[in-house]
């Protein structure tokens, strides 16, 4: 099952589900998490599957809203630099990726500060968020850089 998944599923899903279940079992009263191999693997792999359509649904047009990321290449651009520079695909998982991780540390924020159990963490729910908070503004620089990249890598590929 393992030489099934393809980088992007592990950087887009296995990957964030694994540190939301973690995470959240860890500082709340939710059990995300199980001592069975393969259904932590498929329980794992759907949060992450949720929490990357929560990014790409909700998340990422809000932030192209904003402009917390900006992309001023079309899909028609963006496909024929795809074909000529094979990079650009990896620099898109990386970004999704991100994208991914941000959509998680906001779910994250909102399941702590409903299923929080005051004794079992030993943070009060401030600094948590604020931590929370850090993190997704790293994450939100870093998703925004790579953008950039791309848009760059898709200007050079299309230009030659």
Sequence with gaps: MLDKLTVYDIL??????????????????????TDHQLVALVLFFGYGLILSRLGSILLEPLYLAVSIIVRSNTYEE?????????KIDRLVEIANMYRTICAAILAFCIVFLVFSEVDRFSMPWYQVTTL???????????????EQFIVKRIRKANSK
């Design 78 to 86: 963006f496909v024929s630099a795809s074909a000529l520079d094979e």
């Design 12 to 33: 887009n899903a296995l990957v964030p589900g694994t540190l939301f279940a973690f995470v959240v079992s860890e500082t709340t009263s939710l059990g995300l998490t």
């Design 132 to 146: 929370s908070l850090l993190l997704l503004i790293l994450f939100s620089i870093s998703w925004r850089k790579q």
